[in-house]
């Protein structure tokens, strides 16, 4: 699938659309969050942003396709990687172009399907070096006991992303999930890998089986619960990277079992940026 998906990417900034569009799944739901500023879902929406985008490079060359890290479980999967190229883009001088990208993917009738795809172009941080490629595998993961996301896995962090992404895999067990909340500073994204979630989206409620997804803008109440029987697997992106986020879930993991009440959810979620608004959902709460 990947090397299928090096060819289509070469294929699409020197204008060719359709070898991408053939890798993409045409079941809902399917999701785009573009390194201009798109967001986009729905395979209507995607299968005409493609052919517009498409059509905005020029003399391109030197085309890679980086894939930094590959993650697979069952009939989902996910990568991590950069996209570079010399080139114009609507008109503009050549120069060179990097995207960072991440793609979800989902087997449908025994071959890979791309179902989600977020890019953004990496800017210098404040020192003035550019984030290098990296690859975190299971093994050098950092964990942490957290609340509501389990054995949470970092993949990505702020300092090694030059500030751009936030990064990780958490679980939950049935019933499990963090009090209303909102972000300051931060879009977030979820995508569910195992199990099924029921986010909480300002006033509506979703039930989401794995391989749904939900964007959660700056600003937005929401929380989400763990509504299977089983124990719920999620893969969760910050942009920009969640510095606070990142010391949120150390300083909650360094604490003692009875200490880790809603106190100190609140008290610690305030240091981060994030704003505890309400309870967690409750069983009996209908969806929308």
Known sequence: MLARQAEAEEAFVHGDPRPRMELWSRRDPVTLFGAVGMSESGWDQLGQTFPRVASRFSNVSNFRF???????????AYTLGFERFDGSIAGRPVEPVAVRVTHVYRREDGE??????HGDNPDVDPGGSQPRPFVTTPDNAEALDTPAAGALSFR????????????????????????????ASEDEAIYVLEGRLRFRLDDTT???????????????????QNAGEDRARFLVLFTPAATGMERFFERFAE????MRGADAFTELGADAGMTVLGPPLAQSDPLS
């Open 156 to 183: 990505a962090r702020d300092e090694a992303t030059a500030g751009a992404l936030t990064a990780f895999e958490g679980s939950a067990a049935p019933g499990e999930g963090p009090p209303v909340h909102r972000h």
């Open 206 to 224: 979703h039930d989401a089986p794995a391989g749904s997804m939900a964007f959660i803008p700056k600003g937005v109440p929401h929380t989400w």
């Open 66 to 76: 980086d894939v930094e890290l590959v993650e697979v479980s069952g009939d989902m």
């Open 255 to 258: 604490l003692a079992g009875e």
């Open 112 to 117: 890979w399907r791309i179902v989600h795809r």
